[in-house]
């Protein structure tokens, strides 16, 4: 058995009429990813042949999201008509060799683990599926088994009598066969019941009929084999997720005082002593260095942070990098191509792109520095801003080492600023400032003595 090849159907065909929503299903989105790519990351673990994803509601989009994540081991089958599980896999049984080993998946099941499905596809059985037990089996197929508890059949919820109705082990909709099999008793389907469909899950009885050893697998984590009918389940998925990856973080030594508050929509590598507060979200790939601090509202992206950064609260960063211990926030806004190096300082309702500032520079309040380079232990004083876009192109601006930009001056792009150099408050520089000098840029302070001031006519 363990040579044949592993081919899986993922049944993603169906609308999810409950979710009110105009998104196929198997697309609504769970920890910012949608909830058929969580599925296809455990199926793909186990390293599989191929996998046929049936679909059919919103094809396009399916395909198009399947299309994305780029691995040529996916193709799809179109169903046309929704006519049951068991007709759905037949749909892909013509891609599947004989000799093959097929294991069916049900693409709105996110939250299995890749290791519990490898434990599955371990069983020699020629038919097997998991199972597991619900406190509620309302609206799952119960396991029916003899009295010496061998498995011989699956009754469907609407077609269950009600000593049936009472079965508390349920069928989860992941089932494994062999392809030559399976394809024959999927043939011998019929549609002879409540809600006229052809049930995958009628092969559990055929194939017991037929003598075949017939295995149910017990999964331990009733959370792994849950599905979303609608909003509030994809809720309840969401936190059962969250809870998963919060818990994986604090056990790695991460500090989470509130952690029901922090969402974690990224793949996250975290250092020691790392302390993420209150109603943090970290999206994309995200990774903290020893003692990072998160404060409380901060939403990283695809960020990362050398140790000692410090993050004070409700900073948004995207694409940022800092490579040495830094400061930011709060209320800073750090956008793509941001690199700060150690001891930089980022103050209130700043906010940077394209923007590298060098070893203990600083912008602490209310600037804007984009495509720039900003020297080592230059200040940009509260108000600066790079003029970098024309309207049309973008332009740089270099500003050099221990450089002093006083406050409210506008750095016109291109244009360099040199080392040392000073530029008094309230500038517009629209060319070299040079090192080591004082440029100003700015009508002087004039005074009229005995100004009269005018009065109100009457
Ligand atoms: C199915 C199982 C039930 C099990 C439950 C677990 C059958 C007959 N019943 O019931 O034993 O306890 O899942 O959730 O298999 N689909 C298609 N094409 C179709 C029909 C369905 O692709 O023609 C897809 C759906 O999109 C869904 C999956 O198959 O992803 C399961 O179908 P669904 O209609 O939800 O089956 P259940 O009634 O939940
Ligand atoms: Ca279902």
Redesign the pocket.
Known sequence: MKDKPLHLVV????EGKRMNSGLP??LQPLAGKPMLAHLLEAALALDPERVHV?I?HGADQVSAMLEALGDDRISTVL?LE????G??VQQAMGDISASARVIVL???MPLVRSETLAAFARSPSALAVLSFRAPDPR???RILRDDQGRVVG?R?QRDASEAEARITE????VLAADADRLAEWLGRVDNDNAQG?Y???DCIALAAADGAVVDAMCCGDPEETQ?ANNMRQLAELEDALQRRRRNALMDAGVRMPDPASVQIRARVTAGRDVVVESGAILEGEVRLGDGVVVSAGCVLRDSQLAAGTRLEPYCVLEGAETTGACTIGPFARLRPGTVLAAGVRIGNFVETKNAVFGEGAKANHLAYAGDARIGPRANLGAGTITCNYDGANKHRTTIGADAFIGSNSALVAPVTIGDRATVGAGSVISREAPPDALTVARARTRTVAGWERPVKKV
Do not use: C, F, M, W
């Open positions: 049944l993603a065909a169906g299903k198997v049936v059919g169903q929704r006519l049951g599980t007709h759905a049900p693409g709105d609206g799952y197929g699956i469907e349920v069928n989860s909709g469909e049930y995958l899950t599905g």
